[in-house]
């Protein structure tokens, strides 16, 4: 592709808002995926530490329940 000038390139023939709003459409879908994603992975973490955390609560009290 070869443009005669930056705005020629900005302008894209006539058809440069469309273009570049498809981008700006797809990067911002794009981001969305990514923080869905991270919030997502963080979230269950969250909830396996807790799972985890209280398994042990439960088996350090029948533990202490079976000494007494």
């Not at 443009?3 to 797809?26: E, I, K, Q, R």
């Not at 963080?42 to 009290?61: H, I, T, Y």
Request: hydrophobic content about 50%; cysteine-free.
């Amino acid at each position: 592709m070869k443009f005669d000038s930056w705005s020629a390139f900005w302008a894209m023939g006539g058809y440069g808002f469309y273009v570049w709003l498809s981008f700006a459409v797809t990067l911002l879908a794009l981001l969305g995926l990514v923080a869905a994603t991270i919030t997502t992975k963080k979230r269950l973490l969250r909830e396996v530490k807790q799972k985890q955390a209280r398994a042990a609560r439960r088996k350090a009290a029948q533990k202490l329940e079976n000494t007494l």
